[in-house]
């Protein structure tokens, strides 16, 4: 993917814009590859309905291709959440009242009243 996405962003709505950006890019990706694995799928279906050897040999290379781009789909996704992670971590650096931790949770800190 793009790497750390808040390297040199230190301004919030830059960061927001950024990520908007990357979300939607990633997510237009995964898009496109699920629609081509509906093709792959219609493909592979109609040559095992077939029942024609050339056909069915054929589905093999057809299910590597949809395998691989089921990986890459599992992989954007993962790409995406550690983006959000780290936005969530960014934006939380100055909330003095919880931080979100790199496992997904809150670290709720005390305020004390005065």
Known sequence: MDG???GELGNS?????????VFQKSLLQ?????????????????????KMPDNLSRNVGLIRELNSNIRRV?????DLSNSFTKSREASSEGDSSGTLKSDGKVNQKRIRSS
Not at 13 to 21: A, F, G, H
Request: proline share 0%; aromatic share 6%; hydrophobic share 40%.
């Open 4 to 6: 750390d996405i808040f």
């Open 13 to 21: 709505t830059q960061v927001d814009s950024r990520l908007l950006q």
């Open 30 to 50: 995964a898009q496109d590859i699920l629609n081509q694995n509906r093709l792959l799928i219609n493909e592979i279906n109609q040559n095992q309905e077939s």
């Open 74 to 78: 599992v992989d954007l996704y993962a």
